[in-house]
Nanobody, 124 residues
Framework: QVQLVESGGGLVQTGGSLRLSCLAS????????MGWFRQAPGKERESVAA????????YYVDSVKGRFTISRDNAKNTVYLQMNSLKPEDTAVYYC?????????????????WGQGTQVTVSS
């Protein structure tokens, strides 16, 4: 069982930056692939970024490429999402998720554990 706790959300102006963190419980964090998802009101949850077990492979949805960076520190059981040049359309609840496979997954149904979410609001 893995428990995930996100932090770092908040209110920021357009063009600003935030760094989200996701702390995972358990001793097997390095075995999990990790992902960040977001869900805006009235929209489906979408994959934003994903990272494999070692951090050597990453994925980004087109809308955040060049602005967001996913990374992980297995010694700290933590995955990060650095978000730069934020836009109002980035406003959403951001969720951290873990899956048991080592690689990259972008479908919500492939993830086994979810955090409670953290709100990111970008004002125009």
């Amino acid at each position: 069982q893995v428990q995930l706790v996100e932090s770092g959300g908040g209110l920021v102006q357009t063009g600003g930056s935030l760094r989200l963190s996701c702390l995972a419980s358990g001793r097997t964090f390095s075995m999990y692939g990790m992902g960040w998802f977001r869900q805006a009101p009235g929209k489906e949850r979408e994959s934003v970024a994903a990272i494999n077990w070692s951090g050597g492979s990453t994925y980004y949805v087109d809308s955040v490429k060049g602005r967001f960076t996913i990374s992980r520190d297995n010694a700290k059981n933590t995955v990060y999402l650095q978000m730069n040049s934020l836009k109002p359309e980035d406003t959403a609840v951001y969720y951290c998720a873990a899956h048991r496979m080592h690689g990259i997954e972008i479908m919500t149904t492939r993830y086994d554990y979810w955090g409670q979410g953290t709100q990111v609001t970008v004002s125009s």
